[in-house]
């Protein structure tokens, strides 16, 4: 499944030259050398934006109206998915993968957390979000992620605000009939601020939990949870929370000094009681 998955990618961005792109265009190459079409496409890390969010208004399955702040009431960290439900192949593989990671992780969209998946085209309708969350739901096998798993559609312009305040730079091909777009997961702070972003189509579940418990600093997980936190951080380079060596060695260094603390005063403790 894996390989077939990297296969369908790989062909994929010979015609969308850049769909996978983690950075902006600009950042990896002169405008001039990006085929009209596609400048525009990719994503620009924007960690720590505030996302306008009593400002965007998004239908949610059932064709309520709802803000996009309704989703971050609870005082936990949302993860956003930026797809299209008519997608031939990238979105499909980046949900899959989402719910792969979800079926390794023992914490539920709902509970610790909330997931929307927001589709970035216009004239997709809520019945076809409902069908779609219906689909990832029962693959995922836990109906009580119904409360924590929106599939949500909306306008052209409130789509175009969200995507710029994430980042998320996409372009419809008029001759493919179809959106370039790159693939992450926005792990965004219980305030609605942009704390990480995970790239790709499938993503670690340690990745996953740390990414969630840096976003709600701590509040949600247990303490080990928030030690990993410590002792790992993220690395733009590898685009994976990598052990950091200087809290490794800070941690180390305090077990060692209580180390040698608890043995010295059990020493001196003997040496008191012969001396008495």
């Known amino acids: 499944m894996f390989l077939l998955r990297v296969i369908a990618v790989s062909i994929g961005t010979v015609w969308m030259a850049g769909t996978l792109a983690w950075a902006s265009p600009s950042e990896d190459a002169p405008s001039s050398s990006i085929p009209s079409a596609l400048q525009g496409v990719g ?3 924007k960690l720590g934006n505030q996302i306008p969010l009593d400002r965007l208004k998004f239908k949610n399955e059932q064709g309520q109206e709802v803000l996009l702040s309704s989703y971050f009431s609870q005082g936990k960290p949302v993860v956003v998915a930026m797809v299209y439900y008519e997608c031939p192949s990238l979105c499909n593989f980046l949900l899959n993968g989402l719910t792969d990671t979800l079926k390794a992780f023992e914490w539920v969209p709902g509970k610790q957390f909330q997931v929307l998946a927001v589709s970035i085209n216009p004239t997709e309708t809520p019945e076809l979000a409902q069908k779609k969350k219906a689909s990832y739901i029962a693959s995922y096998g836990k109906p009580e992620a119904t409360q924590g798993w929106h599939f949500l559609t909306g306008a052209e312009s409130q789509i175009q605000i969200l995507a710029q305040e994430l980042g998320f730079g996409f372009k419809y091909d008029e001759k493919e009939k179809q959106y370039a777009h790159g693939a992450a997961l926005f792990v965004l702070t219980p305030e609605g601020k942009l704390s990480r972003i995970l790239y790709g189509i499938e993503f670690k579940p340690r990745d996953f939990r740390l990414a969630l418990v840096e976003a709600a600093s701590g509040t949600i997980g247990s303490v080990v949870d928030r030690f990993l936190l410590f002792c790992y951080r993220y690395d733009a380079t590898l685009r994976t929370y990598s052990v950091y060596l200087f809290n ?12 040698l603390i608890v043995v010295f005063g059990w020493v001196w403790r003997r040496q008191w009681r012969a001396q008495a």
């Open 43 to 45: 994503i620009t890390e």
């Open 248 to 259: 490794v060695m800070r941690v180390a260094g305090a077990v060692t000094a209580l180390a």
